[in-house]
Structure formats: structure tokens, C-alpha cells
């Protein structure tokens, strides 16, 4: 088996630089990145089940409860790009070892915090160890393995491990919850972290791109803080009102901040995002219809946990394992999207995805304090979960298509920054829809606040629907030698697999 991974000599092919150790056993590399993007990918959706214990011990507000969520995916998002470059350049172990170091810290500090600041703050660094680890997991097993049949076989197995990982969440989430505590959702990382650590620095070979590269740091710092300025303008809203100084000024401050960072990614030699290719129409409309799905789609973890247990009164245990359906949905849809795609073709699913959800979020609307769980939460669960693996695969396709094979990893890596940048800003902006509409503490009213952003949510996507039956490019429509959108090609497939990793 030991034999599968490429010797490597000092410097390889196309400027790689690698060491000239001998390569380490199959299975050491593959477990190693694999472990990496489990916790990753775990850590987005873990936490969901113990939101209503981490606030009922910290003393979280609504709003505050938020960012426990909001902190973690605004740094991961703002940071994946430059965390890629990162490794081009400083190597990717080295980034794997330092991202993984900072996961694991902000884990544990996280576990122990004592009030709700220290908590946000420690989600915060956790998603920026997520962004430098992420993009080195898979790099390290492209490197590791020749091109052939054992490079599918290892990414086949990291792209499972990383849909296990988001799938199995909500049961992870409930059973150290309710077993255990909130704090275990978060220092369960620290174990296995170190375990990582330990085989990846032993074990695991360096390589990195040769010659001298930028790294756009004030890019990240930019889009991350103009990001979280606008989301934390929206969340003011809800108290203070839209014409409030409180509200306005980080509304309209994080907006020039989102331009300067535009300007800034214009001027600089190696930017952390080429604005030219959004100049591509296949590229720039699907980014912007996964931002937009984005933000109806990821907070319906959120709202369906606060209301398992808020309102229907279920135990974390109860409502990690209600999430199980829903769970397996996504990933039955990411799984049949490639191969629908190959009848009806992107557009065509990507539409049909979406409304699919939408419709689930409709059904949603009925929630109500003495809901079954088959009508208010499998049902419609598992239709909006369907909905957003469907749909998720065929519009990463879309954009790499449009985009040259050399761009199609930076395209893959800007479709999901977009998703995560859009489910950010849509939670707090559905956060504070919902808080208009609750009046209390009392079931029958938080079900009206959720039911209220489930309503907003769905028509979100029905619009989300209609930008895409307008804006993305026909499948005769590709330019000359793009790739396939049908999902046939081996870059729509990568980017498939990636966008069904992500949901």
C-alpha cells in the first residue's frame, strides 16, 4: 500500500517543492487530512443542539446567540482563501500543523469560557484555524498521491469523511450535550486535535510552491470586517431600529470597508480574490445565487434546534437525533445531483433544488407550540434539506465551467466562501426578523418568531429561483473549451463533490 503515495524528490513538477524523506504509509496521510476536515466541517453544524444550554448558562441574548454561530463562519469564510495561499506558500503541512494548533486552542478556550464574550471570541479563532487548515487537507492528499486511481480513492474518502462530518452534527451535538455538557461540544476537539497533530508532524511530508508569491492579508482582514460590521448593523435593527445611529453606523461603515476591499483586490498584484473573473457571466451569477441561497439555507439548523427544544421541549439528545433525517437527505441529494445533472442539466437542477426547499420552508411556516414532529420538523426538514443538496452541486458546476481549468480551484473556493459569507449575513438578518414577532419568553411566541424567518426564508429562494432562471448561462451557451456543466467532466465533478461537503 505504502507504495500507492509518490516519492518526492526536492523539487517536483510545475515548481512544487517537497521533502526528500521517504513517503509515509498510505493510511497515516489519508487519516491525518481526513481527521483535519472532519472537525472542521463538524464544528459548522456540532453546536447548533447546544445553543439553548450554552445560553442558558452564559446568559446569551437572542442576538448574542447568534454570533456563537456567526463568529465561527465569518472568519472561516473571510480567511479560506488566504489560508490556501497560505500553504502555496509556506507549505502545506506547516499551515495543516499551525491551523490545526489554533483549532484546537480556541477549542479548548471555548469549553472553558465564562461568559458569552469568551465564548463569540474563541468561535472567532476557531473558524481561523478552520480556514489554514481546510484548504491543506485536500492539498496534502493531491501532493501525497500520483494522479491515477489512488489520488480518487484517498479524495473519494476525505469528501465522505467531511458529508459525515456535517451529516453526523446534530447526533454528536445532542449526545455530549445531554450526556455530558455544552463545553464537551467544543473540548472534544482537543483530544483528537492533539492526536492529529502529533501523526501529521511525524508523519506527513512537506511540499509548497516554488518561488516568491504575495498573500493578501489586508484583503481578508477587509472582507471579514466589512462582513461582520454589516451582520452586526443588521442584528441593531431589531432594538434600536433602521434609522438608529446604532444601526446605521456599522451598516454603513462595513459597506466602505466592502468597497475599500474592492479597491484593494483591484490594485494588488496577487489578490485574494480576481475581481476579472466575475466578468465572467456564468461565474459572478452563480455566486451570487449561492450567496443568496446561502442566506435562507443556513439557518435552518438554527431556528429547527431552537425550536425542537424551546418549543416542543425536546432534550439536545432528542433533537440531535431528529436531525438525523434531515441529515441524510443532504447527503442523498448531494450524492443523485451528479447524475441528475447529466439528464436536465445544471440550470435546470440548481432551479429545481431551490424550489424544492422553498417549498419545504413554506411547510415550515406551520410550525406551532404543539407541533408532532412528523408535520413541523421531518416533513419539511427533510424536503429543505433534499432541496439544498440538489441544488448546492450544480451551481458550483456552473461557475467552474465558465472559468479556465487553471481558475477552477479558486472558483470552487470563491462559490463556497459565497455560500458561507450569505448564510452569515442571513442568519442575523433572520434572526432579527423572528425577534420582531417574539413577545416573551412563551412557546406559542417563539414558534411565530421562527415560523416568521422560516416565511421570509422561502421567499428568499423563490427569488433566489427566478435570479437563476434569468442569469445563469444555458448549457449551449459555455464559452469555447470551457468545461461540460452537465457534470460529466472531471472539474465539475471536484467542484461537485467540494459544494456536497459544504451544504
Avoid at 45 to 70: E, H, T
Avoid at 163 to 180: F, I
Avoid at 191 to 197: K, N, R, S, W, Y
Avoid at 334 to 350: F, N
Wanted: net charge positive; aromatic share 6%.
Amino acid at each position: 500500500m505504502a507504495r500507492m503515495v509518490q516519492s518526492r524528490s526536492t523539487t517536483g513538477t510545475a515548481g512544487e517543492k517537497h521533502d526528500d524523506r521517504p513517503p509515509p504509509a498510505v493510511w497515516v496521510v489519508v487519516l491525518a487530512a481526513c481527521a483535519g476536515q472532519f472537525l472542521v466541517v463538524l464544528d459548522v453544524s456540532v453546536v447548533n443542539v447546544a445553543l439553548p444550554s450554552m445560553r442558558r448558562d452564559l446568559g446569551l441574548s437572542a442576538a448574542g446567540l447568534q454570533w456563537v454561530l456567526n463568529a465561527y463562519t465569518l472568519t472561516f469564510a473571510g480567511f479560506m482563501l488566504l489560508g490556501g495561499r497560505a500553504g502555496d506558500l509556506f507549505g502545506r503541512k506547516r499551515m495543516f500543523l499551525v491551523g490545526l494548533g489554533v483549532f484546537v486552542a480556541a477549542s479548548l478556550a471555548g469549553g472553558l469560557a465564562q461568559d458569552g464574550w469568551q465564548l463569540i471570541a474563541a468561535r472567532a479563532a476557531q473558524g481561523v484555524g478552520a480556514a489554514v487548515l481546510a484548504p491543506s487537507t485536500l492539498t496534502i492528499l493531491t501532493t501525497s498521491f500520483p494522479e491515477g486511481h489512488a489520488r480518487t480513492r484517498a479524495i473519494g474518502t476525505w469528501t465522505a469523511v467531511g458529508a459525515g462530518g456535517g451529516a453526523a452534527g446534530g447526533l454528536v451535538g445532542g449526545v455530549l450535550t445531554d450526556a455530558l455538557s455544552w463545553r464537551w461540544v467544543l473540548l472534544i476537539n482537543v483530544p483528537i486535535g492533539a492526536l492529529v497533530l502529533v501523526a501529521a508532524g511525524v508523519w506527513v511530508t512537506e511540499s509548497r510552491l516554488g518561488g516568491r508569491r504575495r498573500l493578501d492579508l489586508p484583503g481578508a482582514l477587509l472582507v471579514t470586517g466589512g462582513l461582520g460590521s454589516v451582520a452586526y448593523g443588521i442584528v441593531q435593527t431589531e432594538t434600536r431600529g433602521w434609522t438608529s445611529g446604532a444601526a446605521l453606523g456599522p451598516l454603513l461603515g462595513g459597506l466602505a470597508v466592502l468597497a475599500l476591499f474592492v479597491a484593494v483586490e483591484a490594485r494588488t498584484r496577487a489578490p485574494l480574490v480576481p475581481l476579472q473573473l466575475f466578468r465572467l457571466r456564468s461565474v459572478s451569477a452563480a455566486n451570487v445565487a449561492m450567496f443568496v441561497n446561502g442566506a435562507a439555507m443556513f439557518c435552518m439548523w438554527y431556528f429547527m434546534s431552537l425550536y425542537m427544544q424551546n418549543v416542543l421541549a425536546y432534550t439536545p439528545l432528542q433533537a440531535g437525533l431528529g436531525f438525523i433525517p434531515q441529515s441524510l437527505s443532504i447527503v442523498l441529494g448531494s450524492k443523485l445531483a451528479p447524475l441528475i445533472m447529466q439528464r436536465v442539466g445544471a440550470r435546470t437542477l440548481a432551479v429545481t433544488g431551490t424550489l424544492t426547499a422553498a417549498t419545504g420552508y413554506f411547510w415550515q411556516t406551520g410550525m406551532h407550540a404543539d407541533g408532532g414532529y412528523a408535520s413541523t420538523v421531518l416533513g419539511p426538514g427533510v424536503l429543505m434539506a433534499l432541496g439544498a443538496g440538489l441544488s448546492a452541486t450544480p451551481l458550483a458546476a456552473v461557475a467552474t465551467a465558465g472559468a479556465e481549468p487553471r481558475d477552477a480551484g479558486l472558483v470552487s473556493g470563491l462559490v463556497n466562501t459565497s455560500r458561507t459569507m450569505g448564510g452569515a449575513l442571513g442568519l442575523a438578518a433572520l434572526a432579527t426578523v423572528a425577534a420582531t414577532r417574539i413577545h416573551g419568553s412563551g412557546p406559542a411566541s417563539e414558534a411565530a418568531g421562527y415560523a416568521l424567518a422560516f416565511r421570509t426564508g422561502a421567499w428568499i429562494l423563490l427569488g433566489s429561483a427566478l435570479l437563476m432562471i434569468t442569469t445563469l448561462p444555458r448549457p449551449d451557451h459555455r464559452p469555447a473549451g470551457a468545461t461540460d456543466i452537465t457534470g460529466a467532466s472531471g472539474t465539475s465533478d471536484t467542484s461537485g463533490a467540494a459544494a456536497a461537503r459544504d451544504v
